[in-house]
């Protein structure tokens, strides 16, 4: 069992920057699949920024190269630095975990809104 804890949401303006923050209750962050996802009012919930269990990295389209996804080992943390926000990055942003088939496990969610 893995509990994620996520942190670093806020309101912001167009243009600024945030840094989210998903602490794990063990270290799990080591050659699996990790990363953000995120969910606005009345849409799906979408990718945002992942690695794979293989070493790749994946970012939506539409963060590409304003987003980036760091993790550190030594302290069972998985970050998500945003920049250049925009309003439609606006929503809750969970932390996800991937073990293995049904070895699933996800924060609660921070909040991020991005205002024109």
């Known amino acids: 069992q893995v509990r994620l804890v996520e942190s670093g949401g806020g309101s912001v303006q167009s243009g600024g920057s945030l840094t989210l923050s998903c602490v794990a209750s063990?270290?799990?962050?080591?050659?699996?699949?990790m990363g953000w996802y995120r969910q606005a009012p009345g849409k799906q919930r979408e990718m945002v920024a992942t690695f794979t269990e293989y070493g790749d990295t994946n970012y939506a389209a539409s963060v590409k190269g304003r987003f980036a996804l760091s993790v550190d080992g030594t302290t069972n943390t998985l970050y998500l630095q945003m920049n250049n926000l925009e309003p439609d990055d606006s929503g809750v942003y969970c932390c996800?975990?991937?073990?293995?088939?049904?070895?699933?496990?996800w924060g609660q969610g921070t909040r991020v809104t991005v205002s024109s």
């Open positions: 063990a270290p799990v962050f080591v050659d699996v699949n």
């Open positions: 996800y975990v991937g073990l293995g088939r049904w070895r699933d496990y």
